[in-house]
């Protein structure tokens, strides 16, 4: 059996992501940074599916979480075949009005944290000489977005990331990618007014906002056999937006 550890993951895309490859029959180890209402539920709701879910707390930005979360990981699930570096924050705000802490918390969680994983993962992988990375990017880290310096930064930071890793390690087996999604329903835009949400979809070529499943698809491609000659590649899910 086949195991993905997926940082978190017990909300929104990086929980459906979850489901999704459970269902392709894989074993799952979740991470999360807060103890929360949901976890219990989602455990089971992966373990029906007949597969493993073994639960591992750690701050993605703190390096002795990840190496003990990925250590605890493969004693008890006895690998990491698959990595979705999924973990990431916003905290929006114009330049000249951004707190220094709130650029190097976006920083440290998503870019730094996605580092803090992979080097303690991708121990595990090239002594397997296999493994699979699929990294959670955006498409503001490749267009940029007005009040999210932070956040694009990070997320541009993921996709050199994904490139120069792909090309350290491919000699090796492992297959690193990214996902850049673009505006997807979740916990965080459903705070939108409905009028909103219909002005940026107006500017969708698809003219909708995307799903979580429309990531976990992707993602469960670009970790099957289906996608076994790619790597270092962006994959967008964005309906077209950014062409």
């Known amino acids: 059996m086949s195991v993905a550890l997926i940082t ?3 909300r929104g895309i990086g929980k459906q992501i979850a489901l999704t490859l459970s269902k392709a029959g894989f074993d799952i180890a979740i991470n999360y940074r807060k103890e929360n209402d949901e976890l219990k539920s989602l455990k089971e709701e992966i373990e029906a599916n007949n597969v493993k879910c073994l639960l591992v707390q750690g ?5 002795d979480d990840c190496e003990r979360f990925v250590k605890e990981t493969v004693d008890e699930l006895g690998s990491i075949d698959v990595l979705v570096n999924n973990a990431g924050i916003t905290k929006d705000m ?3 009005r951004m707190k220094k802490e709130d650029f190097e918390q976006v920083i440290n969680t998503n870019l730094v944290g996605t580092f803090n994983v992979t080097k303690n993962a991708i121990t595990y992988m090239m002594k397997a000489h296999k493994g699979n990375i699929v990294n959670i990017s ?5 267009s940029g977005n007005a009040g999210q310096t932070n956040y694009s930064a990070s997320k541009a930071g993921i996709i050199g990331f994904t490139k120069s890793l792909a090309k350290e390690v491919a000699s090796r087996n ?3 990618n ?3 999604p673009g505006f997807i329903e979740t916990n965080m835009t459903d705070v939108l007014k409905e009028e909103v949400k219909a002005e940026i979809a107006k500017n969708i070529p698809l003219k909708r906002m995307g799903n979580a499943k429309d990531v976990a698809n992707a993602v469960k491609f670009l970790v099957s056999e289906d996608s076994s000659y790619i790597t270092g590649q962006v994959l967008q899910v964005d309906g077209g937006m950014l062409m």
């Open 8 to 10: 978190g993951a017990t």
């Open 94 to 96: 114009l330049l000249m």
């Open 138 to 142: 955006s498409v503001v880290g490749i």
């Open 178 to 180: 990214a996902v850049a």
């Open 174 to 176: 492992i297959r690193v």
């Open 59 to 63: 701050d993605v930005s703190n390096f």
